[in-house]
């Protein structure tokens, strides 16, 4: 009994980081060597799109913008996310029902920290964005886009 406890109580702790990834290493192929992306980048971006790192909740540049505009991607300047689309999910990251165009994302399979998830990467580059849930808003479709700020460029309309 004890045990199970433990158990469902580590489950929790790793649930409330949904939008966390994985080790420090890309899981996928990239569109270029990560030392060419090292010296595009920042080194938030690089952490977060070729490390597949994430940054705090609450403590991001979009979680909270509420502007009309679009999301790019930092590395490409592609237009990924819309703020028609963005919602506040709660979880202290940008969050949105759906890409712009779904061809330019892909979802892969992310079973860091001892579970499966999909994780969001950018199709042309093979870079991390973030995770998408099946917990979004039920009546535009019931997905949960949870991206990083870091990954994302805002350009206000």
Excluded at 33 to 59: C, D, F, H, R
Excluded at 87 to 104: E, I, Y
Excluded at 132 to 145: N, T
Aim: charged share 25%; proline share 4%.
């Amino acid at each position: 009994m004890r045990k199970s406890i433990f158990v469902i109580a580590i489950l929790s702790v790793i649930t409330a980081f949904g939008c966390q990834s994985s080790n420090g290493q890309a899981k996928h192929k990239l569109s270029k060597p990560a030392a060419e992306w090292k010296k595009i980048l920042t080194p938030n971006q690089y952490y977060i799109m070729v490390e597949s790192g994430t940054e705090p909740p609450y403590k991001n540049d979009y979680w909270n913008n509420h502007e009309k505009g679009v999301y790019v991607s930092a590395a490409t300047g592609e237009v990924l996310f819309s703020s028609e689309d963005k919602f506040d999910s709660g979880t202290g990251w940008p969050s949105f029902v759906k890409a712009v165009d779904p061809k330019k994302v892909a979802i892969v399979t992310d079973n860091s920290y001892g579970m499966s998830r999909d994780e969001v990467i950018e199709k042309s580059t093979g870079l991390h964005l973030g995770h998408v849930f099946d917990d979004g808003p039920a009546d535009r479709g019931g997905k949960r886009y949870c991206m990083n700020s870091g990954a994302l460029k805002f350009i206000k309309k």
